[in-house]
Every structure is written in structure tokens, then in C-alpha cells.
């Protein structure tokens, strides 16, 4: 045995001590020259072990759900005072009565007009966080499910995750839940940190 390492001339590979043929490429490393099918070398494809399973669906499935709640909570607090200006229409004219439109009123906290302008605030900014939130389960999801780049995958999940909290601060205990959810889901993906190629 050898100190040298040789290299394949056509590719550049390692090679093995005593052989005829390189494993990357094929090429025939005899020194007469006989040109000799060499063996050939069968890959497998990935198999359901070298998977994440449904963690990348999963994630994919919050992504858009998320990108749906995000569409309608932006689109509300956008509209808030047309749909309040229509619903007040609605009892002025007796198709739905006063006393529901008041109750209405206080149930979604918007009988003055600083209540008003807090809960459209809100509404638009739980929007955009929920819009932020999908796009990071989106992108989380896309690299577990090819299993590459895991530290993209891992910080997207987090940060999908870490995202929903900031909700429950601006009042809707919703995001507690996803956010238990999504910590759940990035602590499968550390898991199966072997798994990805880089």
C-alpha cells in the first residue's frame, strides 16, 4: 500500500487502490489500454426514510391557510368603515334591527371612532403578519420537501412560528395555538437534520 493517492484522468476523482475502472465516471484506468465495459454503478433513488414525511406538507398547507387568513384580515380592516357604513344602513332601513347593529358594534369593539381606528389597525396588521408568517412556512416547506439547505428550512419554520406570537399580543389568542404548532414542526425539522444533502 501506497502513501499516493491517485486520481482519475478524466474526471479527477479518488480512487481506490487497485482499480480498473473509476466510480464516478467510468473510465477505464488500465495501462494497455483494453477498452472493457466496466461495471456500472446503480444509484437509488431517495427512499421514504430520506424523507420529512408530512412535515413539508403540513408546513404548506399553514403556509397557505395563512396566506388566506392574511388576504381577508388585510382586506377587512382596508374596509372596515364601508362594511360598518353598510351594516348601519342596513338598520336605518329595518333589514337588520338597531339593537343587533349596537350589539355588533360592541362585539368587535368599534362603537367610538378611536375603537374604529384601533380595530382596523389591527386587522391590517395581523394581515401582513400573517402574510409574512406564510411566506417563511412556504419557503420552510419547499427545502424540507426537496431536503436541502436545512438551516433555511430550520429559520423559516421559526421564524413562520415566532410570527404568530406577535399576534397574541395585539389580542387574538389564535396564535398562541399556531405558534405551539409551528415550534412543534420546527423541532421535527432539527430531528431530521441528517437528512438534508446541505
Request: charged letters at 15%; glycine letters at 8%; proline letters at 3%.
Amino acid at each position: 500500500m501506497t502513501d499516493e493517492v491517485k486520481f482519475c484522468y478524466k474526471c479527477g476523482a479518488s480512487l481506490p487502490d487497485g482499480a480498473d475502472f473509476c466510480p464516478e465516471c467510468g473510465a477505464s484506468l488500465r495501462a494497455d489500454g483494453e477498452n472493457v465495459v466496466p461495471e456500472r454503478t446503480v444509484r437509488t433513488a431517495p427512499t421514504r426514510q430520506d424523507s420529512l414525511g408530512a412535515i413539508p406538507v403540513l408546513i404548506l398547507v399553514y403556509g397557505i391557510f395563512a396566506l388566506i387568513i392574511a388576504f381577508f384580515a388585510f382586506m377587512s380592516g382596508i374596509m372596515l368603515d364601508t362594511m360598518l357604513d353598510m351594516l348601519k344602513d342596513y338598520a336605518e332601513r329595518g333589514l337588520i334591527s338597531q339593537d343587533d347593529y349596537n350589539q355588533f358594534l360592541e362585539l368587535i369593539g368599534a362603537t367610538t371612532e378611536a375603537g374604529k381606528t384601533a380595530l382596523k389597525t389591527n386587522l391590517i396588521i395581523e394581515g401582513i403578519i400573517f402574510a409574512l408568517s406564510g411566506i417563511a412556512a412556504i419557503v420552510s416547506s419547499h427545502f424540507c420537501g426537496k431536503l436541502e439547505n436545512y438551516q433555511m428550512a430550520f429559520y423559516m419554520c421559526i421564524a413562520a412560528s415566532a410570527l404568530t406570537l406577535v399576534i397574541v399580543f395585539i389580542g387574538d389568542i389564535s396564535g398562541l395555538l399556531l405558534a405551539v404548532v409551528g415550534f412543534v414542526m420546527c423541532y421535527l425539522i432539527y430531528q431530521n437534520k441528517y437528512k438534508f444533502t446541505s
